[in-house]
């Protein structure tokens, strides 16, 4: 399964509002498909599993949405430490694959 | 704390091998499905290979199957990844990860691999 993420770069201020998508170029199975945030120089941390579960200790400003091939990442008010490039992956199949990432930039 | 530390990384020819090893502590290491991840320089994340908790099942991506072999001792706590055949697209640094058969909330620092003449 191939996942398409945008945009590349989504430019935005601190206290706004951040929608990432992640597309599959077919059904994720149970909707099995997670995010990580991954900051400068830093290992990636998981945010969401099962499409809307958060992890642990993850701030509930971070959600997960969507099911079959289109998938959600949204940040209700971002803060100075969630400018990161963020990766979805799904785990429906016996590949694992990641989408190619989207940078959330400082505007 | 959960901890994973990556070791055996470093410059190799190609068509060269290496080992790759990752050291478990802080949790039940029998209990986690264990993940490689690789990063190239200033790329995205590309997923590897995975381990079944007792060893029994394990899956490869399309471009390493073949070339790298995923193992597990769950009496050492210790996770590994040998390399073979490599290639300079295997450039990259290695990280180990732990938690679910698909996601994982755990990794490593990571491990650098060059492979360059």
């Known amino acids: 399964i191939v996942l398409t993420q945008s945009p590349g770069t989504l430019s935005l201020s601190p206290g706004e509002r951040a929608t990432l998508s992640c597309t599959a170029s077919q059904s994720v199975s149970n909707n099995y498909l997670a995010w990580y945030q991954q900051k400068l120089g830093q290992v990636p941390r998981l945010l969401i599993y099962?499409?809307?579960s958060r992890a642990t200790g993850i701030p509930d400003r971070f959600s997960g949405s969507g099911s079959g091939t289109d998938f959600t990442l949204t940040i209700s008010r971002l803060e100075p430490e969630d400018f990161a490039v963020y990766y979805c992956q799904q785990y429906g199949t016996s590949v694992l694959t990641f989408g190619g990432g989207t940078k959330v930039e400082i505007k | 704390d959960v901890q994973l530390v990556e070791s055996g990384g470093g410059l190799v020819q190609p068509g060269g091998s290496l080992r790759l090893s990752c050291a478990a502590s802080?949790?039940?290491?029998?209990?986690?499905?264990m993940h490689w991840v690789r990063q190239a320089p200033g790329k995205g994340l590309e997923w590897v290979s995975r381990i079944k908790t007792d060893g029994s099942y394990t899956t490869y991506a399309d471009s390493v199957k073949g070339r790298f072999t995923i193992s597990r001792d769950n009496a050492k706590n210790m996770l590994y990844l040998q390399l073979n055949s490599l290639r300079a697209e295997d450039t990259a640094v290695y990280y180990c990860?732990?938690?679910?058969?698909?996601?994982?909330?755990?990794w490593g620092q990571g491990t650098l691999v060059t492979v360059s003449s």
């Open positions: 802080g949790f039940t290491f029998s209990n986690y499905w």
């Open positions: 990860a732990g938690g679910d058969s698909g996601f994982y909330s755990s």
């Open positions: 099962h499409a809307s």
